[in-house]
T-cell receptor
Framework: KAGVTQTPRYLIKTRGQQVTLSCSPISGHRSVSWYQQTPGQGLQFLFEYFSETQRNKGNFPGRFSGRQFSNSRSEMNVSTLELGDSALYLC?????????????FGPGTRLTVL | GNSVTQMEGPVTLSEEAFLTINCTYTATGYPSLFWYVQYPGEGLQLLLKATKADDKGSNKGFEATYRKETTSFHLEKGSVQVSDSAVYFCALSDRNFGNEKLTFGTGTRLTIIP
């Protein structure tokens, strides 16, 4: 069974630009969550999508957005990039029916903002 | 809100030493508890989990017991190996449908020297 895949793995952007990251969950998983990992703030929850609807949202500004497609693939977008957006962005998938809540993580996309 | 407090790192041990990484949590209700491990350049991998009080999660020689009375989930291993060098994250999640969010501790970097 293929794991969670994220593309691209590495990305370099400049301030003010926007970026789109992609995540393909494990087959059959309907929930996709996104996390930001930085040395200073650690792992922080961005949002979660389930059946194409945002179900949970963390405390990030509106520049961070996402969506989920009918095949459960998800994208997150960051507009007007700031230096502080440099981070490892991790995507996680799970079945989405609650209770157990085991999340399976992808390898991440390393975003560098110059 | 939910929170996880994790032992500050880094931790350096000799091979075959005993390992303990402390983790305590604050949560409403009865969360599920997890230990994740992150190897250099990779995403997070689930190491072990426990879903109710007094459950013991175990995997690859690592163990952790869900202690509701002390709100703790300490990670232990009797004899560490060089290959255990990684960053370890304690995490919790609500066990409710519709909330797949994980709350993480700050992570503990473990280095094992031969």
């Amino acid at each position: 069974k293929a794991g969670v895949t994220q593309t691209p793995r590495y990305l370099i952007k400049t301030r003010g630009q926007q970026v789109t990251l992609s995540c393909s969950p494990i087959s059959g998983h309907r929930s996709v969550s996104w996390y930001q990992q930085t040395p200073g703030q650690g792992l922080q929850f961005l949002f979660e999508y389930f059946s194409e609807t945002q179900r949970n949202k963390g405390n990030f500004p509106g520049r961070f957005s996402g969506r989920q497609f009918s095949n459960s693939r998800s994208e997150m977008n960051v507009s007007t990039l700031e230096l502080g957006d440099s981070a490892l962005y991790l995507c996680a998938s799970n079945v989405g029916t609650g209770g157990y809540n085991e999340q399976f993580f992808g390898p991440g996309t390393r975003l560098t903002v110059l | 809100g939910n929170s996880v407090t994790q032992m500050e790192g880094p931790v350096t041990l000799s091979e075959e030493a005993f390992l303990t990484i402390n983790c305590t949590y604050t949560a409403t209700g009865y969360p599920s508890l997890f230990w994740y491990v992150q190897y250099p350049g990779e995403g997070l991998q689930l190491l072990l989990k426990a879903t109710k009080a007094d459950d013991k999660g175990s995997n690859k020689g690592f163990e952790a017991t869900y202690r509701k009375e002390t709100t703790s989930f300490h990670l232990e291993k009797g004899s560490v190996q060089v290959s255990d060098s990684a960053v370890y994250f304690c995490a919790l999640s609500d066990r409710n449908f519709g909330n797949e969010k994980l709350t993480f501790g700050t992570g503990t970097r473990l280095t094992i020297i031969p």
